[in-house]
């Protein structure tokens, strides 16, 4: 039998206290500190997407954050499904906010 190929083990996401640990050495700052950074930061997106904010939340050259309203939509009676081609009844869905995060130029052309 043929030897079976060689996984490649998967790649993880660097974990918080990794990244607080990375910025703190660049910066020459405390992880306290920078800590203390990524909760203001933490803080003022909620502002932006809270009742009262605008709904956008920009991180100049990274990435843009944007809050969508989607409006409720009614029940639906005898609808065809696609698919199968029979007839089915849907049910009404209430409104709910959509949260779109758009990376911008910078972030893209790290990629």
């Known amino acids: 039998m043929a030897k079976a190929a060689a996984k490649k083990p998967a790649v993880k996401a660097p974990s918080k ?3 607080f640990a990375a910025i703190s050495e660049a910066t ?3 992880k306290k500190d920078v800590a203390a950074v990524f909760e203001a930061l ?3 997106i909620k502002k932006a997407m809270g009742n ?4 956008v ?7 843009k954050i944007v809050k969508k309203k989607v409006p409720a939509r009614p029940a639906q009676k005898n609808v065809k499904n696609p698919f199968t ?5 849907r049910p009404a869905k209430p409104a709910y906010n959509k ?10 052309s790290m990629a």
């Open 17 to 19: 206290s990794e990244i």
């Open 28 to 30: 020459e700052l405390s």
């Open 42 to 44: 933490g803080t003022e």
């Open 52 to 55: 009262r904010g605008s709904g």
């Open 57 to 63: 939340f920009q991180i100049p050259g990274m990435i």
């Open 85 to 89: 081609g029979e007839l089915q009844d």
């Open 99 to 108: 949260v779109k995060v758009l990376a911008l130029k910078a972030l893209k």
